[in-house]
Structure formats: structure tokens, C-alpha cells
């Protein structure tokens, strides 16, 4: 890419105003590159308003990351390269950094391309790549993710199913508000540079399965496509054949739109069939790509597909720990002593969704005191009850029945006594079915092992 160059980074201000000039060409916002850096956005600010010099450390990441975005003048990247280092007063000779920063952009890990970077072991590092030099990025309406806490299993090992063992098929698993959505985005940036094409689509309003793989095609086509197959089976086709010769990325976000409310199977809407040929296809079919899906409940053929294919996995997701609330927490100041705190996150199943809302309301309400609302004891109100009642609205008669003898006992209930109390009798394995599905989506969570059984694939 051809840049224009003027002495506009020369004399005073001359480290800040290369520096914006930079983050620009990268096409990043002050905040996006603080976290490449894992700096503040404040620290950006004050280097771009050269209030504050980088350290050697900052600067060599900030240089390798131009290098590798193609942000320096074509022919001129050392000339420029030199002059950001030298405004920056850097005292180490710089010839002998430029070797290094070379062999550093040769052989990078993703980290410098990761929007929120997490602590990796030395296996996930060792299969790292370097950036596909053409890679694109269809972000759609992805939101971003400025604070992501906790989930480090979690994302190492969808990073491990995703980088190493390139599955095909990824469903991230999960009731509302537990945070899908938030991992998907922050392991989808975390990875995208190892792909050639990255595409991300919410599917909340249910697009339909034609009208999707139309846009999804044209996202991923190089060119732009004049006439595209009027078939869903022949887009799809199309779609295999891109994931054959590159290795994409395609995110597909709140899939539970298109199942069937009240439907314990996981069966698709009418004219929302063919998602599953989709899913399916996509599971069966040898590609090098990925396909990673969020939903609050499984499709009817996820469970089979798993069994059946060695690429497709499901991660559902429980609350977040301890840790990770208590940093939600001090964010948005709240005060309370450690039992306080840990009182709260199980009363609302470390849900990060409904730790949120509830924050908001202790600091609103209470001054931000813990212990002042835990006293009114009054858990559920009226925004956290729109959270639960959507959830509990696309339910089947059956489900919604075992969630009320669990209220109603207000402890631990083994399976063979909820059977016993609903009426009429029901069998066995219909009961287990019912209870497979709570645990798949962790309306348990955090409950005994009484109550809460295991789910095992």
C-alpha cells in the first residue's frame, strides 16, 4: 500500500504524530491498539500526544505490528521504521533492532493480532502461524468485547479445537446472558488472523438460510459476485468450495432464533430447514475452514453429528468463577467483603448478564454496598425477570414443569422425585431427555450433584 510522506513527522510532536499516523494506516482505533499492546487507550493518548515516550518493549511490538499490517511507506518501512525509533529517544543502535523486528514479523505469533490478548501455554503457542498476508475481515455486526474476564478454559479449548485439531464445526452452548456471544467475538479476533477469510453474522432476526449464504458468499468472494445459484443446496455448494481453497473463518451467532420455541428436540422452524443441511454438510464435508455457531439450545442434529464426526465439537458454558466476577465487580464499583461477593455470584449463578444488571442496581440503589442489598433479599426484579422470562418462555409444558418442583422443593431434588411429583407420570427416558437439555444449558449451574446430573456426550 502506497502512503503519501511529508516532513509532518519531523520536529516537535514528531513520535505522536508518526504514531497516529500509523494507527490510522492500520485502520485502528486508540482503544483497538492499546489492547494489541495490552496497554490503556490513556497510554495511546499520551504517546500519540507525545506526552509519554513507549518503552523499548512497546515500541518494538508497535513496529513489528506496522510491519506486518503494511502501514509503512512501500520501500521506505526501514527509513520510517528508524525515524519512529529515533523520535521515541530510544538509545539501543538501531540497526541491530531492524534485525530482530525483521526476524520477529517471519516468524510472529498471533498475539500481536489479538484484540484481547489471554495468557496461552507453550503448546498453544507452538502451533501458532504467522498472519495470512491476505487476510480479510468481515466483522458484520460483531460488538466489541472492551472487557472480556475469565473463561480461560474455555477459550484454550476452543482455541485448541479451532488452531490444532482444525474441527469443522464448533457450537458454543449456553443459556441468555451467560456470555456466547462475548467468547465467540474475543476467540473470533483472538484467532482471525491465522485465517485467510474471517466472517461474522448474527442471525437474531432469522435471515433466511438463502438470503445468508448469498451475503456470506459475496463476503468471501475476492471479486464481487455478478448472479449467485437461486438454491440453497448450490450456495451451499459454493460456500464448500471456498472452504476447500482457503481457510476461513464464518461465525454464526444466536442460532436458537431459528429452532422452535417450546420444542425440547431442537427441531428448526418451518422454512428454517435448511440451516440444518447447512450445519450438516458443513460437518461431513472435508475442508480446512470453520464453522462456529452460538446457541442457547442445541439443534436436533448437533448431538448425532458429534457422535459421528471427529471435527465437530460443543462447548456449553456454566457461570463465570469467582475471579472473574469479582473483577466485574470493582469495574463497576461495588463494595462488599469477600463473603458478600461470593454470596452474590451464586445467587445469580455466576450469569455475567444478570451480574451486570444487578450491579447496576446496587450502585444505583445502595451506594454500591453489597451487604445493603443482599439484606432486602430480593434476588429477582423486574429487569432480571425479563432476562429469566425469555428463557423460560421458549421452554417446553414439560421443562417448565420441572423448573417449578425445583422452586417449589428449594432443595437439591434427586431425578427419581421430580418423576414422582409430576403429574401425570411420565417415563423415564422422556424425564432424562428433559433434564439432558437443562444441563446442556446449565439452568443448573452451580447447583448439587444432586440436582444437577451429568451430561455426558
Known sequence: MKHSHSNQH?????????CETLRKRMNLTQRELGRFLEISEQTIQ?????????????????IVLALQRHAFTLGQEREEAERLWLTARQQEDFAAFWIRAQLAVASAPSALAARKPVPRTEEWRSSQKPPHPSSRFDWGDAFDVPDFYGRRAERLQLERWVLQEHCRVVCVLGMGGIGKSALSVSLMRQVAPTFQMVVFRSIRNALPCQDLLTDCLQALSPQPLPALPSTSDRCIDLLLECFQTRRCLLVLDNLETLLQEHDPEGRYRPGYEDYATLLRRAAEAPH????????????????????????????????LELNACENLFEEKGLVGTGQDRAHLVRLYAGNPLALKIVAETI????????????????????????????????LSALEQALLIWLAIGREPLHVTELQRMLVPQLQEKRCMRRWKRYNAAHWSSGASSRRRLPYNR
Do not use: M
Open 363 to 394: 450502585v444505583e440503589l445502595f451506594g454500591g454496598e453489597i451487604s445493603t442489598f443482599l439484606a432486602q433479599d430480593t434476588v429477582i426484579f423486574s429487569t432480571i425477570r425479563d432476562v429469566l422470562a425469555e428463557q423460560y418462555s421458549r
Open 10 to 18: 519531523t520536529g516537535e510532536n514528531a513520535f505522536g504524530r508518526f
Open 288 to 319: 480446512q475452514s470453520c464453522l462456529l455457531i452460538t446457541s442457547r439450545e442445541a439443534p436436533a442434529e448437533l448431538e448425532q453429528l458429534e457422535r459421528r464426526q471427529v471435527g465437530v465439537h460443543a462447548l456449553c458454558l456454566g457461570g
Open 46 to 62: 499520551r504517546w500519540e500526544q507525545s506526552k509519554h515516550s513507549p518503552t523499548r518493549e512497546h515500541l518494538t511490538q508497535l
